[in-house]
């Protein structure tokens, strides 16, 4: 079984300040990792995903994310802020059985 | 242009009624799911389906029934039994089930308030 952690339910920075939002995995074999972006009374859009070829994972809008095995985390950040970042953001796994989501980190972008 | 579509947006129920929520996607893809989103607590796996005419309990199914008869649709009915039905529901497809193929693309997610 896999499951996420997604460390801050609620996430704030100023317009132009770096993003990062953090997310720690378990999981019983190699994972797959995914991070989605939910705008309000809309559904989730996928912003990037890893599976193993590259660690550093670049997605749209900006956003990027690490897989560091040794840390179990797939933390997503993003250089600069822009305030149409603001939104709530999901990760998930696969790996044995279904995808598993986490809680979800909203993003809050100050002007 | 392929993707998923659910109706309705938005949707009132009285209590002890039956509701069903439509889902239709034209991506060809086998796999289809239904979560339930609350406030604070992300999303749960109501029911899922890796192909027509079979499908899986998810961690929260009780009060909840599906159907899949096409690939192309996976309507899910709230039914009277479901304790606290007043959720955002969403649904999702993936070309297939277990990895390489679950990537989940999304439908705009249906709001259900029980009155």
């Known amino acids: 079984a896999q499951s996420v952690t997604q460390l801050g339910s609620h996430v704030s920075v100023s317009e132009g300040a770096l993003v990062l939002l953090r997310c720690n995995y378990s999981?019983?074999?190699?994972?797959?990792l995914f991070w989605y972006v939910q705008y309000p009374n809309q559904g989730l859009q996928l912003l990037l995903k890893?599976?193993?070829?590259?660690?550093l994972v670049k997605g749209i809008n900006g956003f990027e994310a690490e897989f560091k095995k040794s840390e179990t985390s797939f933390h997503l950040t993003k250089p600069s802020a822009h305030m149409s970042d603001a939104a709530e953001y999901f990760c998930?796994?696969?790996?044995?059985?279904?995808?598993?989501f986490g809680a979800g980190t909203r993003l809050t972008v100050k002007p | 242009d392929g993707g998923i579509t659910q109706s309705p947006k938005y949707l009132f129920r009285k209590e002890g009624q039956n509701v069903t929520l439509s889902c239709e996607q034209n991506?060809?893809?086998?796999?289809m799911y239904w979560y339930r989103q609350d406030p604070g607590q992300g999303l749960r796996l109501i029911y899922y389906s890796q192909i027509v005419n079979d499908f899986q309990k998810g961690d929260i199914a009780e009060g909840y029934s599906v159907s899949r008869e096409k690939k192309e649709s996976f309507p899910l009915t709230v039914t009277s039994a479901q304790k606290n039905p007043t959720a955002f529901y969403l649904c999702a497809s993936s070309i297939g089930f277990g990895r390489d193929k679950d990537t989940q693309y999304f439908g705009p997610g249906t709001r259900l308030t029980v009155l």
């Open positions: 998930a796994v696969s790996g044995v059985g279904d995808m598993r």
């Open positions: 890893y599976t193993s070829a590259a660690t």
């Open positions: 999981s019983s074999v190699p994972p797959y």
């Open positions: 991506l060809n893809h086998d796999a």
